[in-house]
């Protein structure tokens, strides 16, 4: 089964503090993304990643940067956390040239 | 721009009786199409697809029709069960060799009442 993990299922954070988030997966996926979900909006992209040290913009990136140093792993950072950053945030991985996408179970991230 | 659009936020079904979600698209390079299901603190987790060389593709309870003079397609689920009370994502990907993306409605939230 592929798997595709996120290192917190629920986080709290303040405003101005920098947000880590990361994504495993264990497929050697060349491809992975990072969404977010809200109500009302769907599943919005916010950076994705063909392969290691390569990374594009999605259709939100501003307030987040990401990183890829290995093929299994996508982080998603919040250089300085804003209220209007809460949200769900969803990793998702896939072989080059398939299209569908796996999820991971989704980060709960709660900016105060 | 919405490029893929699903109208209807919600959905009510009595169990046993067929669940229709819609999905319409405006970007006539999308070739392939795909459902989502997503429970409430979960990731989503891949239903059905169809390529846009065909018009229908049935898996189980779940069918996908696709009409591309329309630029609809539907997901049909029959017979509902209180199980498939979730939310459904319809999502579109461009040509193979093109788009990388996945590009997602917003969802339309399915109760089914037992």
């Known amino acids: 089964d592929v798997k595709v993990t996120q290192s917190s299922r629920y986080l709290v954070k303040r405003t101005g503090e920098k947000v880590f988030l990361e994504c495993v997966q264990d497929m050697d996926h060349e491809n992975m993304f990072w969404y977010r979900q809200d109500p009302g909006l769907g599943l919005r992209l916010i950076y994705f990643?063909?392969?290691?040290?390569?990374?594009e913009k999605g259709d939100i990136p501003e307030g987040y940067s990401v990183s890829r140093e290995k093929k299994e792993r996508f982080s998603l950072i919040l250089e300085s956390a804003s209220t209007n950053q809460t949200s769900m945030y969803l990793c998702?991985?896939?072989?080059?040239?398939?299209?569908?996408?796996?999820f991971g179970p989704g980060t709960r991230l709660t900016v105060l | 721009d919405q490029q893929v659009k699903q109208n209807s936020p919600s959905l009510s079904v009595q169990e046993g009786r067929i669940s229709i979600l819609n999905c319409d698209y405006t970007n006539s390079m999308f070739d392939y199409f795909l459902w989502y299901k997503k429970y409430p603190a979960e990731g989503p987790t891949f239903l059905i697809s169809i390529s846009s060389i065909k018009d229908k593709n049935e898996d189980g309870r779940f069918t996908v029709f696709l009409n591309k003079s329309a630029k609809h397609l539907s997901l049909h689920i029959v017979p509902s069960q209180p199980g498939d009370s979730a939310v459904y994502f319809c999502a579109a990907s461009g040509p193979q060799g093109g788009s990388e993306k996945l590009v997602f409605g917003k969802g339309t939230k399915l109760t089914v009442n037992p």
């Open positions: 998702a991985s896939r072989t080059s040239g398939y299209n569908e996408q796996f």
């Open positions: 990643s063909y392969d290691v040290k390569m990374k």
